[in-house]
């Protein structure tokens, strides 16, 4: 199986910049796709954004197009989200899953697609 280890949380202001990092362990990284999701208070867990095991492919939730962009760096073991133009509603507990041999498509936003997942990191968007 593999490990998930998310960082690069914080406090950040309305129009402001993040990026989450998140570093895998224990298995051949490239054969997994993975995921962002992220979850507020009260709220369900909500996708975010995919990549395809090469990076060749992504994915993402229209809430976050045009903002976000995910990449992955398989020398590295390490997936990332890149976050522009923050805006409160994306205050949440943002986590990394991995989907063994997945690809990028229409199961990509489903959580139960993803077996592997990380502790979370907290981003907070002040207005």
């Known amino acids: 199986q593999v490990q998930l280890v998310e960082s690069g949380g914080g406090l950040v202001q309305a129009g402001g910049s993040l990026r989450l990092s998140c570093a895998a362990s224990?298995?051949?990284?490239?054969?997994?796709?993975m995921g962002w999701f992220r979850q507020a208070p009260g709220k369900e867990r909500e996708f975010v954004a995919a990549?395809?095991?090469?990076?060749?492919?992504?994915y993402y939730a229209d809430s976050v197009k045009c903002r976000f962009t995910i990449s992955r760096d398989n020398a590295k073991n390490t997936v990332y989200l890149q976050m522009n133009s923050l805006k409160p509603e994306d205050t949440a507990v943002y986590y990394c899953?991995?989907?063994?041999?997945?690809?990028?498509?229409?199961?990509?936003?489903?959580?139960?697609?993803?077996?592997?997942w990380g502790q979370g990191t907290q981003v907070t968007v002040s207005s």
């Open positions: 899953a991995a989907e063994l041999w997945g690809s990028v498509g229409g199961s990509s936003p489903s959580p139960h697609s993803y077996a592997y």
């Open positions: 224990g298995r051949t990284f490239s054969n997994y796709a």
């Open positions: 990549i395809s095991r090469s990076g060749g492919g992504t």
